[in-house]
């Protein structure tokens, strides 16, 4: 085979394979958008940090010089920005307030 003829096939080769790559890509993607609502919104549901009704706990330095049964809440609400509303407190609080959770 000439040169100039292996050139063409590579090339030709090569422009098949990018096709075929972008069109898998595209067909992936559009699978992903058409699932991803149902997926996103039930591992938001499962993956809480806190829900209704358990117990959490202050880290120390947010409440300083209080024993750790002065610094626990029971958690009243959970709100769709991941925040809670606690009983006996005011306000909105995040995750990294608390201490971990065991």
């Known amino acids: 085979m000439k040169q100039r003829r292996k050139r063409w096939l590579g090339g030709l080769a090569l422009a098949f394979g990018t096709l075929g ?5 595209r067909r992936s993607r559009r699978q992903m958008t058409k699932e991803q609502p149902d ?3 039930r591992a938001t549901e499962r993956d809480r940090w806190a829900r209704p009704g358990m117990f959490v706990t202050f880290r120390a330095e ?12 029971r958690v009243a609400k959970l709100l769709p920005s991941g925040r809670v509303q606690l ?7 995040t995750e990294s307030e608390f201490e971990p959770l065991r």
């Open 21 to 25: 790559a972008g069109l898998w890509l």
């Open 39 to 41: 997926n996103y919104r």
């Open 62 to 73: 947010v409440m300083p010089s209080r024993a750790r049964t002065e610094r626990t809440f």
């Open 87 to 93: 009983d006996g407190v005011a306000g909105e609080h």
